[in-house]
């Protein structure tokens, strides 16, 4: 199982963003920075390999969520270039995220970074 720890909330030019570490059970295997200021997320990891398992998780993630069209438009990124309007894996990823931070709010777990 997958989840977020350390959650900071970030300044960004176009509004809050966000730092977490990325955990599978109580290991750290890597982090994320979703910017908020026009540039991509970020996602490193630590662990070899665990890339291609953290993408898999989300693609299964993704077709288990009871209403997509509960995201950001915009995170979710239109997919007008895809006639089939599958979102990337990116924007996916940055759902998925984003998922976990609403969480983390609702359960006030989550820090401002200085």
């Known amino acids: 199982m997958y ?22 059970d109580s290991v750290r295997i890597g982090w994320v920075q979703l910017p908020a ?9 630590d662990i ?3 890339r291609a398992e953290v ?8 077709q288990n969520v009871p209403d997509s069209g ?4 915009a995170a979710v990124e239109s997919a007008g270039n ?3 309007r ?3 894996l990116r924007a996916k990823l940055k759902c998925w995220v984003a998922s976990l931070v609403q969480e983390a709010s609702a359960e006030k777990k989550i820090k401002t970074a200085a």
Request: aromatic share 14%; proline share 6%; hydrophobic share 35%.
């Open 3 to 24: 989840s977020l720890k350390n959650i900071r909330r970030i300044r960004g030019l176009d509004g809050s963003g966000v730092t977490a570490s990325i955990y599978r």
């Open 37 to 45: 200021d026009g540039g991509t997320e970020l996602f490193t990891f």
């Open 48 to 50: 070899e390999g665990e």
């Open 55 to 62: 993408e898999q998780y989300v693609e299964l993630w993704w």
């Open 70 to 73: 509960a995201f950001d438009p």
């Open 82 to 84: 895809n006639p089939e």
């Open 86 to 88: 599958i979102p990337s």
